[in-house]
């Protein structure tokens, strides 16, 4: 091991974030809840949206059919994919901090849409309402990614 200069901070080489990784069970646990948690809400929601557009239920959560709502249909899509391809890429991958990285990328962007959609959106909306709850989850495993990566 080389010698480190006092004050100085070392970085972790792969190995040892790799190692580290091993030791920690809550962030593997948190991060399969919140891609599971984004694989059960939007393998409910994306279909929905796709094949009931013009439904009454449909519009009271996300208004009537437009083109910006097909531009969410869209994101939603494509988190939907990312987290399939994140969670595959996760389990079979011994050295995770690669895919630990971007499923961080992936939930602090959720995170911050989320949390603002009570104010785009209405506080009442209940689409904004299960966006906190699922937030929550993703603030939590986005803090224990945190925690190990230092």
Same mark, same amino acid.
């Given at each position: 091991m080389p010698v480190q200069q006092r004050g100085s901070k070392r970085r972790n080489?792969? !190995?040892?974030? $790799? $190692?580290n %990784?091993?030791?920690?069970p809550w962030t593997a646990s948190f991060i399969r809840?919140?891609?599971?948690v984004n694989l059960a809400v939007l393998l409910a929601v994306v279909p929905a949206l796709a094949l009931f557009s013009g439904a009454?239920?449909? $519009? %009271?959560?996300?208004?009537?059919?437009?083109?910006?709502?097909?531009?969410?249909? !869209?994101?939603?899509a494509a988190i939907l994919v990312s987290s399939?391809?994140?969670l595959w890429l996760y389990e079979r991958r011994a050295d995770k901090a690669a895919a630990e990285h971007m499923v961080a990328a992936l939930l602090g962007v959720q995170v911050l849409y989320k949390v603002t959609t009570p104010f785009t959106a209405g506080a009442s =909306?209940?689409?904004?309402?299960? =966006?906190l709850a699922v937030a $929550?989850?993703?603030a939590m495993t986005l803090l224990l990614l945190w925690r190990q990566h230092q």
């Open positions: 080489s792969r !190995s040892e974030v $790799a $190692a %990784a091993a030791h920690t809840v919140s891609l599971a009454d239920f449909v $519009a %009271a959560a996300w208004g009537p059919p437009t083109a910006a709502r097909g531009i969410l249909l !869209s994101v939603y399939a391809l994140l =909306n209940p689409v904004a309402l299960c =966006n $929550a989850v993703h």
